[in-house]
């Protein structure tokens, strides 16, 4: 009975040597992986032209590293932002810092903006008329009504010259309430920025955001005033945008390592000459 005793222990001091040895295993092969051959990012996915630029130039940078990148799709900004909080997604290209700071005021949200990224001008469109010199008094300019872009939209109005907005204000922050002068009592019609270019036709003018005029298929060149790189409030350029607990993130620095690489600046040589790029990409 001994003898049987010692060798149940000798037979259960072996199998629990091999269970240990193989976590060891396990473990090792788990810590020698590579960092990115088995991450997974999600990412919003809309007919945008900030999307579809990362999804032909950056993209395929990141899927060299071994990432695996899966498109979600979100229409509404602010329940873009919510998925972006909620790790819903890991990240997206289509907001700029000044919009981020307003969700994150009012829904109490930590998103950040961690690298300029090229962007498409908010531009001043025909509507019923096609020129600026036809600009009449009581004239009708329909622009987007989601508050970032409401701020950008009155900017662009003062700097042609149609409007004057108090100047102690801050005018990333800027609304109707805020023109002090508009000599041809110029009237603002503010509305979803994806509806506008349907219904150019029943105002004068229209301010159309670069992804709005891109998912109607007008040509950029069409405009009649658009932002530029001299005049653009670096605070309305995009951004790549995650949740600030993920800044220092292996895989948040190879998304900028992608946008900053030589590949990509070679690719944006061959894209249409009305992005506005960042310093890195000039």
Not at 6 to 20: D, K, N
Request: proline fraction near 5%; hydrophobic fraction near 40%; include cysteine.
């Amino acid at each position: 009975m001994k003898w049987k005793k010692l060798l149940a222990v000798l037979a259960l001091s072996a199998v629990t040597a091999g269970l240990l040895a193989g976590c060891g295993s396990d473990s090792k092969k788990t810590a020698e992986a590579p960092a990115g051959s088995a991450k997974v990012l999600k990412y919003r996915r809309m007919p945008t032209a900030t999307s579809d630029l990362f999804e032909a130039g950056i993209k395929p940078l990141l899927e060299k590293k071994g990432y695996k990148l899966e498109a979600v799709g979100i229409k509404d900004s602010v329940q873009r932002e919510m998925a972006l909080e909620e790790g819903q997604i890991d990240f997206h290209m289509d907001a700029n810092p000044n919009w981020l700071d307003a969700i994150n005021a009012s829904k109490g949200t930590h998103l950040i903006g961690v690298l300029e990224i090229p962007t498409v001008p908010t531009g001043l469109y025909a509507g019923s008329k096609t020129s600026l010199d036809a600009v009449a008094d009581g004239d009708t300019v329909i622009i987007p009504n989601d508050a970032s872009n409401l701020a950008r939209s009155y900017q662009l109005l003062e700097r042609l010259g149609w409007i004057k907005l108090n100047p102690s204000i801050n005018k990333n922050q800027a609304t109707k309430a805020d023109i002090v002068e508009n000599p041809k009592h110029l009237q603002f019609r503010e509305m979803k920025g994806p509806t506008i270019a349907n219904i150019r036709s029943d105002a004068a003018y229209i301010v159309l955001r670069g992804s709005d005029a891109y998912n109607a298929k007008i040509d950029f060149s069409s405009a009649l005033f658009p932002e530029s790189a001299d005049t653009m409030n670096p605070r309305m350029r995009m951004c790549l945008s995650i949740q600030e607990k993920n800044k220092e993130q292996p895989w948040v620095k190879d998304l900028i390592e992608a946008y900053k690489s030589p590949e990509f600046k070679k690719f944006m040589e061959t894209q249409s000459k009305i992005w506005i790029l960042p310093d890195y990409l000039k």
